[in-house]
C-alpha cells in the first residue's frame, strides 16, 4: 500500500493537475461511468465532532475508495486545522487497499477546480470581473484557480466579516489583480463570474444585485440549510452542478426547490457541458454552478497525487 502523507500533497500536485482530474471526473458522472454512494455524516457526541464519508466508483478511471473525515471544532485550540480529512483507495479489481492519502490540502484544490471548471465552461465571453463572495479558509484557493481558466483583469471583494477581507486583498495581489472590497450591489453590478464561498445559513447575493451577463459559482453550500444566495436568483439563473441528488437536498439549489421555483429537471450536471452533449451557457443571461462537493472529487485527486508519487519515485510503500 503507497502511503502520501499530508505534508508530500503540495510538492506533488497543483491546480493544473487537479483542475484535469476533476473535470475528467466529472465528465464521466455525467456518463454514467462514475458514481457517488450516499454520505454519511454523523455528531459523533464527542469533541463535538461532525465525522463522516464520502465514497464513490469511477470505472473509467477505476478510482474506488472513500474520503473519512469532519470538522473537530476544539482543533484550533490545539494547533490543528479543525476539517479534517483522509481519502483510502482501494485496487478495483481486488479490493485491496492501494493507497492512504491525506485529505485537507485535497479538500481545498477539489473544492476550486470544480468552480474553475464551471467557469472555464460558463463564464460569460470576455469576462474580465472577478467577485468574491467570502473571505475564509477556502476563498483563496478559489480565487487562484479561477483566475487560471479566465483573463481577469480585477477582483472585487464581499465578506460578511469585514476584518478578514485582507485574505482577499493578499491573494489578489500575490496572482496580480488589483482589488477593491465592495458592497454586494456593486459586486452584483460589475462582476462577470462571482464565486460564493462562506457557511452562511442566510443568503447574501440578492436576486435585485445581479444586473449583468454573470455566472455564479455557488460553493460554500454543502449542507441542509446552509444558504448565500437567493432563491429567486437561482430560479432565474440556467442552473449546473456537479450532482443533482446532492444540488436539490444538501446544495444551494435546495431551497429554490423547497420554494417550488424550481424541479430537478432544471439543473444539469456540469459534465454534460464537458461531454458536448448540453450547449451550456448558451443564450442564458445568467448561469449557476452548484458546487456541493462530491467524493469522486477527492478520489479523481488523491489518485493523481498516488500517480504523481510513483511517476516522481518518492511514493512510501508498505506490506499491508
Ligand atoms: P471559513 O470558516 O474559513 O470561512 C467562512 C466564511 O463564511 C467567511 O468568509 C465568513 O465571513 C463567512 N460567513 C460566516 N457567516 C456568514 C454569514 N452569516 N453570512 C455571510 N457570510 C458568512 O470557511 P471555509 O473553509 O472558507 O469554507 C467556507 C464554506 O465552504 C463552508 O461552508 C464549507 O463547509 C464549504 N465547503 C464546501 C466545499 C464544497 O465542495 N462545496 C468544500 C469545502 C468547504
Given at each position: 500500500m503507497i502511503i502520501v502523507p499530508e505534508k508530500d500533497i503540495a510538492s506533488l500536485i497543483g491546480r493544473a493537475e487537479s483542475l484535469?482530474?476533476?473535470?475528467?471526473?466529472?465528465?464521466?458522472?455525467?456518463?454514467?461511468?462514475?458514481?457517488?454512494f450516499p454520505v454519511i455524516r454523523e455528531a459523533i457526541g464527542h469533541a463535538d465532532?461532525?465525522?463522516g464519508f464520502k465514497s464513490g466508483f469511477d470505472r473509467k478511471s477505476l478510482a474506488l475508495g472513500l474520503k473519512s473525515g469532519g470538522y473537530w471544532p476544539g482543533n484550533e485550540?490545539?494547533?490543528?486545522?479543525?476539517?479534517?480529512?483522509?481519502?483510502?483507495?482501494?485496487?478495483?479489481?481486488?479490493?485491496?487497499?492501494h493507497a492512504l492519502v491525506g485529505g485537507n490540502l485535497l479538500t481545498a484544490l477539489r473544492t476550486a477546480a470544480a468552480s474553475a471548471v464551471s467557469i472555464k465552461y460558463?463564464?460569460?465571453?470576455?469576462?474580465?470581473?472577478?467577485?468574491?463572495?467570502?473571505?475564509?479558509?477556502?476563498?483563496?484557493?478559489q480565487m487562484r484557480a479561477a483566475a487560471d481558466v479566465a483573463d481577469f483583469e480585477r477582483v472585487i471583494g464581499w465578506n460578511y466579516h469585514p476584518e478578514m477581507i485582507s485574505r482577499l486583498e493578499e491573494t489578489a495581489a500575490?496572482?496580480?489583480?488589483?482589488?477593491?472590497q465592495v458592497s454586494l450591489e456593486r459586486l452584483g453590478r460589475e462582476a462577470d463570474v462571482i464565486i460564493s464561498i462562506t457557511s452562511a445559513f442566510a443568503p447574501s447575493l440578492l436576486d435585485e444585485h445581479v444586473t449583468g451577463p454573470t455566472h455564479i459559482a455557488?460553493?460554500?453550500?454543502?449542507?441542509?440549510?446552509?444558504?448565500?444566495?437567493?432563491?429567486?436568483?437561482?430560479?432565474?439563473?440556467?442552473?449546473?452542478?456537479?450532482?443533482?441528488?446532492?444540488?436539490?437536498?444538501?446544495g444551494e439549489c435546495q431551497h429554490a426547490i423547497a420554494q417550488g421555483l424550481i424541479t430537478q429537471d432544471d439543473i444539469t450536471e456540469i459534465g454534460a457541458v464537458i461531454n458536448g452533449t448540453h450547449e451550456g451557457r448558451g443564450d442564458a443571461e445568467l448561469t449557476l454552478f452548484d458546487g456541493t462537493g462530491v467524493g469522486l472529487q477527492d478520489l479523481a485527486v488523491a489518485a493523481r497525487v498516488v500517480e504523481l508519487?510513483?511517476?516522481?519515485g518518492v511514493a512510501l510503500e508498505v506490506d499491508f
Open positions: 484535469d482530474a476533476v473535470e475528467a471526473v466529472f465528465a464521466a458522472m455525467a456518463a454514467g461511468d462514475a458514481w457517488n465532532a461532525l465525522y485550540a490545539r494547533g490543528l486545522t479543525n476539517h479534517q480529512s483522509t481519502v483510502l483507495l482501494f485496487d478495483a479489481d481486488t479490493g485491496r487497499p460558463l463564464a460569460p465571453k470576455g469576462a474580465k470581473v472577478l467577485g468574491m463572495i467570502g473571505a475564509g479558509h477556502q476563498s483563496a484557493f500575490e496572482i496580480g489583480l488589483p482589488f477593491e455557488c460553493m460554500g453550500t454543502d449542507t441542509k440549510g446552509k444558504q448565500e444566495v437567493e432563491a429567486a436568483l437561482v430560479a432565474r439563473a440556467r442552473l449546473f452542478t456537479d450532482e443533482v441528488a446532492q444540488s436539490v437536498s444538501i508519487a510513483q511517476e516522481r
